[in-house]
């Protein structure tokens, strides 16, 4: 696929945290591009995340169900739509464990719909088209940590690109790994990618997938830990540690998930499965350290003075141990690296959260549910 000639994609879940970078990604850097951000605004949307680009000539919001399968297939056609990058879910496994239709509802249905759609507006006319699904790596279920040769981990390690990092243990999540999904919304999510590698296989259309780690950054809902975990610490409250908070993420700055999804949806081979993450592992308990001295450091307060809010809580329910990606053949194939060190990201995430209080404070009351509606009144 070439990226002069102009196109209509529709990102859905644009609202969101990750789906906010790759609108104003692509509204920014391709001009000639329509891009329809198609977006149900739950909970988790939040158009304030897109107050930068929301009057841009190529940006259209569109508030529509990923569900409703007639809706999205007229906008389909009425826009000659020939891209979608499909990020919208309901994504946050706590919520999954409590409400687990919701997330097969809008996961799996939700995807069969706009996989539908496409099929019958594109109508085996696949020049051209690409239907993008973004996925998650906790579809490989959980990994051990082991101890080689007696080391102590995070221990020195080397991945198929050859290149040396910390690792807690010696297996990692490759494209090839069997799906062992765990919580109810890892499997819906892995559902959702099985229908996706089905539309390739059984109607030919021209498909990509991708598996990413943990993202972190600006915009991100305060449910999730370092946005939750920072808000608390600056208000001097309890952080709720699951378990131990030995649990192992590997962790990748949004900014360089957005940047993949542009290379892999412009260059991405058509039915193939990227893993994008950071080779970043790190226990949730150091990060939540790192998060106290940041926050401290950054507001003047002793550094370490609030290490007394952690608070050690009941462990999540089947709660996996580690997640570690394996995105080498993103870097063999397509030339994809994290641009940032974990520190350096996290300091510039720290320091978003501490200057936008007012989007925190919107957030966390609910006011930003209201912003839509002040913004379409009368229109
Ligand atoms: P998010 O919860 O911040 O945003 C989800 C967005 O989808 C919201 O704007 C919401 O309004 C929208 N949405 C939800 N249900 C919808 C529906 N039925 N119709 C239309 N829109 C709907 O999620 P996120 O963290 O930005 O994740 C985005 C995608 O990336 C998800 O598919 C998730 O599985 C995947 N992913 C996330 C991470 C991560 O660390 N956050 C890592 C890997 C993969
Ligand atoms: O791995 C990719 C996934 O990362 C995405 O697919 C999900 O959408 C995203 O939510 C994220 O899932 P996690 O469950 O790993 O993220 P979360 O921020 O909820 O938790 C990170 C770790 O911190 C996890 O081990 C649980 C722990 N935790 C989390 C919260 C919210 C706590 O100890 N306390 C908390 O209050």
Same mark, same amino acid.
């Given at each position: 696929?070439?990226?002069? *000639?102009?196109?209509?994609?529709?990102? !859905?879940?644009?609202?969101?945290?990750?789906?906010?970078?790759?609108?104003?990604?692509?509204?920014?850097?391709?001009?000639?591009?329509?891009?329809?951000?198609?977006?149900?605004?739950?909970?988790?949307?939040?158009?304030?995340?897109?107050?930068?680009?929301?009057?841009?000539?190529?940006?259209?919001?569109?508030? *529509?169900?990923?569900?409703?399968?007639?809706?999205?297939?007229?906008?389909?056609?009425?826009?000659?739509?020939?891209?979608?990058?499909?990020?919208? @879910?309901?994504?946050?496994?706590?919520?999954?464990?409590?409400?687990?239709? !919701?997330? @097969?509802?809008?996961?799996?249905?939700?995807?069969?719909?706009?996989?539908?759609?496409?099929?019958?507006?594109?109508?085996?006319?696949? =020049?051209?088209?690409?239907?993008?699904?973004?996925?998650?790596?906790?579809?490989?279920?959980?990994?051990?940590?082991?101890?080689?040769?007696?080391?102590?981990?995070?221990?020195?390690?080397?991945?198929?690109?050859?290149?040396?990092?910390? @690792?807690?243990?010696?297996?990692?999540? !490759?494209?090839?790994?069997?799906?062992?999904?765990?919580?109810?919304?890892?499997?819906?999510? @892995?559902?959702?990618?099985?229908?996706?590698?089905?539309?390739?296989?059984?109607?030919?259309?021209?498909?990509?997938?991708?598996?990413?780690?943990?993202?972190?950054?600006?915009?991100?809902?305060? =449910?999730?830990?370092?946005?939750?975990?920072?808000?608390?610490?600056?208000?001097?409250?309890?952080?709720?540690?699951?378990? +131990?908070?030995?649990?192992?993420? $590997?962790?990748?700055?949004?900014?360089?998930?957005?940047?993949?999804?542009?290379?892999?949806?412009?260059?991405? +081979?058509?039915?193939?499965?990227?893993?994008?993450?950071?080779?970043?592992?790190?226990?949730?308990?150091?990060?939540?350290?790192?998060?106290?001295?940041?926050?401290?450091?950054?507001?003047?307060?002793?550094?370490?003075?609030?290490?007394?809010?952690?608070?050690?809580?009941?462990?999540?329910?089947?709660?996996?141990?580690?997640?570690?990606?394996?995105?080498?053949?993103?870097?063999?194939?397509?030339?994809?690296?994290?641009?940032?060190?974990?520190? =350096?990201?996290?300091?510039?995430?720290?320091?978003?959260?501490?200057?936008?209080?007012?989007?925190?404070?919107?957030? !966390?009351?609910? $006011?930003?549910?209201?912003?839509?509606?002040?913004?379409?009144?009368?229109?």
């Amino acid at each position: 696929m070439t990226k002069q *000639m102009k196109r209509t994609i529709i990102i !859905t879940g644009g609202a969101g945290f990750i789906g906010s970078h790759v609108v104003r990604l692509f509204v920014n850097k391709y001009p000639d591009y329509r891009i329809i951000n198609l977006d149900k605004l739950t909970y988790a949307g939040n158009l304030a995340n897109l107050k930068d680009i929301e009057d841009k000539p190529n940006y259209k919001f569109v508030r *529509m169900d990923i569900c409703d399968f007639d809706g999205v297939l007229k906008l389909m056609q009425d826009e000659h739509v020939d891209g979608i990058i499909h990020l919208a @879910a309901e994504s946050h496994v706590d919520r999954s464990i409590k409400d687990p239709f !919701t997330f @097969a509802q809008t996961n799996v249905m939700g995807t069969l719909s706009l996989l539908q759609a496409a099929k019958i507006a594109w109508d085996g006319n696949w =020049e051209g088209k690409r239907f993008y699904h973004i996925s998650t790596d906790e579809v490989y279920g959980a990994l051990e940590m082991t101890d080689p040769e007696g080391v102590e981990p995070p221990f020195t390690t080397k991945a198929s690109s050859g290149k040396h990092h910390l @690792a807690y243990g010696t297996t990692f999540f !490759t494209e090839d790994l069997k799906y062992q999904p765990h919580s109810p919304y890892s499997a819906a999510k @892995a559902s959702s990618d099985h229908f996706v590698r089905a539309f390739h296989d059984t109607y030919g259309m021209p498909t990509v997938v991708t598996n990413c780690s943990n993202n972190y950054g600006p915009y991100q809902f305060p =449910e999730k830990l370092i946005p939750l975990f920072i808000n608390n610490i600056r208000h001097r409250k309890p952080l709720p540690v699951y378990g +131990k908070g030995e649990n192992v993420r $590997d962790w990748l700055y949004v900014e360089d998930h957005a940047r993949a999804i542009d290379l892999i949806f412009h260059e991405g +081979k058509v039915g193939d499965t990227y893993n994008i993450g950071g080779f970043n592992e790190w226990k949730n308990i150091d990060i939540i350290k790192v998060l106290i001295s940041t926050v401290d450091r950054l507001l003047g307060r002793p550094e370490g003075a609030d290490m007394d809010l952690i608070t050690y809580v009941t462990d999540r329910a089947g709660h996996d141990l580690r997640y570690a990606i394996d995105s080498s053949k993103l870097q063999r194939e397509l030339g994809w690296e994290p641009s940032l060190q974990f520190e =350096e990201g996290i300091e510039k995430t720290v320091r978003w959260y501490l200057d936008n209080q007012e989007w925190m404070d919107n957030v !966390t009351s609910g $006011d930003y549910q209201k912003y839509y509606d002040d913004m379409y009144k009368g229109r």
